[in-house]
């Protein structure tokens, strides 16, 4: 399911989302942008796009994105090609590739950067 930025289905600036109480697991391939709420375990997989993990969501996956947002709670290796943002709610145990990291205060990473 893909919504635009403006709650409306559509193509244009798309983003998949992951629901709360939703479980997938296996391989996740998206284009543009994807919000997790809910459970994923296996890889995530973008170019270039945007992976966005909510506060309320577990993540046990390699992650291999454009972006990465992450204020919730993952387990696996992330890179990103452009920017990593860790919030204060985030919980990381594995290391982060990327060319810029952001990391609030309160944040808990257990892990390498490079």
Do not use: W, Y
């Not at 635009?4 to 600036?13: A, I, L």
């Not at 945007?50 to 506060?55: A, G, K, M, N």
């Not at 919030?87 to 145990?93: P, Q, V």
């Amino acid at each position: 399911m893909k919504f635009s930025k403006n709650g409306e289905t559509g193509s244009d600036n798309s983003i998949g989302l992951i629901g709360k109480g939703v479980e997938v697991s296996g391989d996740i391939v998206f284009t543009d942008g994807l919000r997790v709420e809910g459970r994923v375990a296996g890889s995530v997989v973008s170019e270039g796009g945007t992976l966005i993990v909510e506060q309320a969501a577990r993540i046990e996956a390699r992650i291999d994105v454009g972006i990465c947002v992450i204020s919730g709670t993952l387990e696996g290796n992330v890179t990103a090609k452009s920017r990593v943002e860790v919030h204060k709610t985030a919980r990381i145990r594995g290391d982060i590739t990327t060319p810029v990291l952001l990391v609030e205060e309160g944040a808990v990473l257990n892990g390498n950067v490079g």
